[in-house]
C-alpha cells in the first residue's frame, strides 16, 4: 500500500516520542500490505476499526493513541487524517474528518 504524505507522523513523533517505534512499525506493515479489503487489514493489524466512509481507525501505543487513515482498497492507498491522542480523537468525527 502507497501512504499518502508522512508528515503528520513524523510531526506527531516529535510532539510524542514514545509512538516512534509503534508507528514505524505501523508504516513498515502497511507498506508491504497488499489489502484487498478490511478483512486483509483486520489480519495485520486485530485491533482496526472501520468507522464508515472509508475511514478506519489504527489503536497506536496500548490504545493511548488513535490514527484515522481513509484506505483505497482499489487503488492501494492509505492516507492519513488525523492522529492525536486518545482525548483528542474523542472530540472528532472520524468518519468525516
Known amino acids: 500500500m502507497r501512504i499518502i ?3 503528520p507522523l513524523k510531526n506527531y513523533i ?3 516520542p ?11 506493515t502497511v507498506r508491504e500490505a497488499r489489502w484487498e479489503c478490511f478483512a486483509d487489514m483486520k489480519k495485520s493489524f486485530n485491533s482496526v ?16 493513541h488513535r490514527l484515522v487513515v481513509v484506505v483505497k482498497f482499489t487503488i492501494k492507498w492509505v492516507y492519513i487524517r ?4 486518545h482525548e483528542e480523537y474523542d472530540k472528532i468525527d472520524c468518519s468525516t474528518i
Open 14 to 16: 516529535a510532539r510524542f
Open 49 to 64: 476499526d472501520s468507522v464508515g466512509n472509508q475511514h478506519y481507525v489504527f489503536n497506536i501505543r496500548g490504545n493511548n
Open 18 to 28: 514514545d509512538t516512534k517505534v509503534a508507528l514505524q512499525c505501523w508504516v513498515k
Open 82 to 85: 488525523f492522529i492525536g491522542t
Open 5 to 7: 504524505t508522512e508528515e
